[in-house]
């Protein structure tokens, strides 16, 4: 799947955002290491702090499903329905992705690839409680 197709899953998925609080619509579209993708969208809630990025939303459907293997995800987010400004996953998110990717996981924004390594040099994992 090329980076424009998996950008515009994520355009996709933001369709489906339940954001009645911010009115900022986020997708995001997580592609499987063997090419299964997972599409998710932020799902705000009257009690603010449960609201659940899109990012996460995708992350849990697809190890709901015995998926853990990841090659990239791309997150579009937009408050005007132009997606076409990067819209930078939050620090939840990361540590998230940071549980089941490497640094080389691709992170697909509006401005091209990034790799987690990219937002999150040093981060706390598994390895680092050995
Ligand atoms: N949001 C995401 O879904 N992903 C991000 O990477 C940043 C923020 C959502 C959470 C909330 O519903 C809205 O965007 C505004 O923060």
Do not use: W
Not at 98 to 109: P, R, T, V, Y
Not at 118 to 129: G, Y
């Amino acid at each position: 799947m090329s980076n424009k197709e998996l950008f515009a899953a994520a355009v996709k998925a933001a369709e489906k955002s339940y954001s009645n609080y911010s009115h900022f619509t986020v997708g995001a579209a997580l592609l499987t290491k063997d090419g299964k993708l997972f599409a998710g969208c932020n799902i705000e809630n009257a009690s603010y702090s449960l609201t659940i990025c899109a990012e996460r939303t995708a992350v849990f459907k697809a190890v709901s499903e015995g998926y853990t293997d990841f090659k990239a995800i791309a997150i579009a987010g937009s408050g005007n329905n132009d997606f076409s400004k990067p819209c930078s996953p939050c620090g939840a998110c990361l540590q998230v992705l940071s549980e089941f990717c490497g640094d080389d996981f691709k992170i697909l924004l509006a401005d091209g690839e990034h790799s987690l390594a990219d937002f999150l040099p040093k981060r706390f994992n598994e390895e680092s409680m050995k």
